[in-house]
């Protein structure tokens, strides 16, 4: 049985895996090309059944190429960085939460839903456990309010939270 310790970072995550079966030391989750380290990007644009949502280095490649370098996006475009700034925050803030994207309405919570659910993916693809039972680190000036939203993030992205 494997368990995860996420540090679902404001810039970059990164993914320990403790496998209590055999050996009860982490160790770090490597991705090709990246090292230890999971871009905390998310781009949301607009799609034929709704906002299509694409995390980390994949976010970046798909801004890149549909601004075909201008500096603005084009409209309906987000690519969202630093969302866990505004964990636990319901407010609306300028050039910040809620991204809408089409008819659609996202929080921090939401982006880090999509993240965490990326990092899943990405280890099911690196042929890891499945990513379930996790631990999920937060910075210590959060509140409670900041606590409870990284656990609903986690719980709204498929996975056990074992704690925060």
């Avoid at 090292?35 to 995390?55: D, K, N």
């Avoid at 505004?86 to 993240?115: K, L, N, Q, V, Y």
């Amino acid at each position: 049985m494997a368990i995860y310790g996420i540090d679902l970072g404001t810039t970059y995550c990164a993914l320990s895996r403790l496998d209590i079966d055999r050996d009860p030391v982490p160790a770090p989750v490597e991705f090709p090309g990246l090292g230890t380290a999971f871009p905390s990007l998310v781009l949301l644009e607009p799609g034929v059944r709704g906002p299509r949502a694409i995390v980390g280095t994949g976010a970046r490649r798909r801004f890149l190429s549909l601004s075909r370098g201008r500096a603005d996006p084009p409209p309906g475009v987000h690519l969202i960085r630093g969302s866990k700034n505004h964990m636990g925050s319901g407010a609306r803030i300028e050039d910040g939460p809620p991204w809408t994207c089409g008819a659609h309405e996202f929080f921090p919570t939401d982006i880090a839903a999509m993240i965490l659910r990326g990092l899943r993916e990405r280890v099911r693809t690196l042929g890891y456990p499945p990513l379930r039972d996790v631990v999920i680190t937060h910075p210590q000036k959060f509140n409670n309010r900041q606590r409870v939203a990284t656990q609903q993030a986690g719980e709204m992205a498929g996975l056990n939270v074992l704690g925060v």
